[in-house]
């Protein structure tokens, strides 16, 4: 499976973004060609919850136009696990809807770390993060 790429200052943006928000859960989106990653949408979640996010549908919308008029795709779909744990939760295998890597920043000991996922027809696989 085709790694995803992403700059070092790029995952830092990521991290720093949903460190502010903890405890809430924080998501995003990650555009970009051939993989690499080249740019960092941060979406408000509407849920305002520990447990949960829903994007705001304008700010998703946005996002989505911005990326058809730069030429790009969406290629992630990131949001934080305050509390842990490392991998997508079942919410996350039920509302996933986007054939792109979902990326999950979570919080074990203080440590923000980060893993991606796909996943089809509730199954999930593990994709490299590749930091350049
Ligand atoms: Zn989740």
């Known amino acids: 499976m085709q790694p995803l790429i992403l700059s070092n200052e790029q995952l830092i943006k ?6 502010r928000h903890t405890p809430l859960e924080a998501c995003g989106l990650l555009a970009g060609k051939d993989s690499r990653v080249e740019k960092v ?6 849920a305002q919850s520990p447990l949960r996010y829903v994007m705001d549908p ?6 989505f136009e911005w990326i058809d008029s730069n030429g790009l795709e969406l290629l992630g779909i990131f ?21 792109v ?13 980060a893993r991606g996922f796909r996943i089809e027809n509730g199954a999930t696989q593990e994709v490299t993060l590749q930091i350049e």
């Open 14 to 19: 990521m991290i720093e973004y949903v460190d």
């Open 41 to 46: 949408f941060e979406v408000k979640n509407q």
């Open 58 to 63: 304008i700010e998703q919308l946005n996002a």
């Open 79 to 99: 949001h934080s696990h305050p509390s842990g744990p490392e991998t997508v939760s079942p919410t996350d295998i039920a509302e996933a809807a986007y054939a």
């Open 101 to 113: 890597v979902y990326v999950i920043l979570s919080r074990v000991d203080d440590v923000w770390r």
